[in-house]
Every structure is written in C-alpha cells, then in structure tokens.
C-alpha cells in the first residue's frame, strides 16, 4: 500500500478530499486513513480524467481496499482500454481477486466488459470457472457471466453435456437446472422479440427435445422425489410446449397415493397432483391434497395451502 501524500509520483496531484457535509457531518463514514488518502487522490485523477500506469495502480490499490467500489472497476476499464493494455493480463490479475471475493458483483460485471473486448475465448477461461463452481456451485454472479459468455462467444456446443456432468455430481443443485433450462430453451431465442409464453417459441421446440427433457426431470425425481428443481423443470417443460399437466398424473401418483397417505414420498407430488387434478375438474381431490400439505406435510406454509383451496371454490374452503 503507497503512502501517497509521501510519493514523489503523486507530489504534483492536489487531493480532492469527501465532503461528508460540512465540519460536523451527521452520519460520516469511518474509512480508514489510507482508504481516504487513496480516495482522494483517485477523485483528483478523475477530476482531471487522468489515464495513465498511476492511475490504473491507483484503483488496483482502493479495490485491494474495497472491492465493491464499482465507480472505480469503471474507471479502471477505461484507462485500460485508454492506454491498450494487454487484456489477458487483466483477467490474470481478477483470477486472483475473484477467489477472495467470491460474491462481488462488480468484479463480474468487469470480466465481462473486458471479455466483450477479446475476439474469441481464452483456452483457460472455462477451466478457471469451473475452479469457481468448486468453490461455490451456486455462485448466482458466475452464473449470470457464464450465461453471458456462452451466448456471447456461442459456446452452446457442449454446455449440455457440462451441465448434466453437474447434475450427476449433485441432483439437488437448483443452479445447474436454471442453466440446463437456458441451454435448452435460450439457443436461438431473440431476447427481445421471443417470450417463454408462446411468443414464437414454441414453434421451434422440436417434439423430441421436449420429450427428452421431461425424460431427464422424471429420472431425477425418481433418484431424489422430495427434490424441487427437476418437479419445478418438468413444470416449465410442460408450460413451454403448450401441455397441461394431466399427462404425467400417472407419473407423479407413485409419489403420492391418496389411499396410502403414510406413503407419500414427495410434498412437490402433492402439489403437482392438485393442479393436475384441478385441471380435470376434481376439487375433491385436489382439495385433499392441499388439506395433506397444509395439516401433515408442509404446515409451515399452511396459510399458502389453504389459500390455494379456497380458490377451488366454497365447498373445499370448510371440507
């Protein structure tokens, strides 16, 4: 850390201190000396737009400091890109950050603005992701970016059989589903013009991917019944290709017998086999359903149940 008041370097910058609001500021925040001095030295640079080396060691020291400051990724990525700085080394250098700071956003977002600038894939970014994801397989901000590099540098081929790979090692983590989900359903999808309600998705969903999906979410419910993502994905599967629900009571009632209330198996069958039974018109049962949830199964939530019995009409509401 440079004491910068004592820099022949910095002898020619005058520092912009913080204005907490005059000599008595109500609820001033108690950095510590160093953070303000490199503060505001950083505000006298930016004043000026200042793009140099000093400038660029300057924010690697404030984020050294406080990696959340995201004023200070920003203006880092300008002087970058001002003086043409090789970008390999910048990723180097977030790798090493990036593990100390497992959930910053703002080191996510700057990975991206630099790999927006590199024309193809460096041959160990996935390698340095996945070292991440073994730090913390539902790190929601390297998801987001490995969301966004995917479709950025059309790396589609292969994420499927990735994210099976994690599937296998944990069925239970609701992460890779939500990725498994895009890679399926987001290939070849405008963002701006195609809805996962029909608006020209749905067209383009061949018969065989559909069934291959719903496959892949009733195998992980045999393996894992009381597991919510794959109950929560054949849901959407069935949503996404215009299909109610119905076609799987067969499936979902090995789960869940209403003749043998001591063996249910899985809560999520339940409320699977409510809607399932709501949609061909049978509240009794459905209403049953609710009732086990909210009375033996899931009481917590007895109130949400029960909400949802009194939408099936003013004889489940006293049943």
Known sequence: MIDYSDSKEWEDVIPISQDDGGPNPLAAIAYTDEY??????????????????????????????????????????????????????????????????????????HRQVIMSHIPTIPPDELTFLARMFAKDAKNYHVWSYRQWLVRHFDLWEGELGYVEALLREDVRNNSAWNHRWFVVFARGRDPEKD?????????????????????????????????????NY?????????????????????????????????????????????????????GKMLELLAQRYDPIRKNYWNYRRSLLGPRQVGA
């Open 36 to 109: 303000s001095e490199a503060m505001s030295y950083l505000r006298a640079v930016m004043a000026k737009d200042e793009k140099s080396d000093r400038a660029l060691a300057l924010t690697a020291d404030i984020i050294g400091m406080n990696p959340a400051h995201y004023t200070v990724w920003l203006y880092r990525a300008s002087i970058l890109f001002a003086l043409s700085k090789p970008l390999p080394a910048e990723l180097t250098w977030l790798n090493t950050i990036s593990t100390r700071n497992l959930k910053n956003f703002q080191i996510w977002h």
């Open 234 to 286: 054949l849901r959407g599967v069935l949503r996404m290709k215009g299909k109610g629900l119905i076609g799987l009571k067969e499936f979902a009632e090995q789960f869940a017998d209403l003749e043998r209330e001591d063996g249910v198996k899985s809560t999520h069958a339940l409320d699977f086999l409510a809607d399932v039974y709501a949609e061909e018109q049978e509240q009794e049962r459905s």
């Open 195 to 231: 809805t996962f309600d029909g608006g020209g998705l749905q067209a383009k969903l061949a018969p065989e991917i559909v069934e291959r999906e719903i496959e892949f979410a009733e195998a992980a419910i045999l393996k894992a019944p009381q597991n919510q993502s794959p109950w």
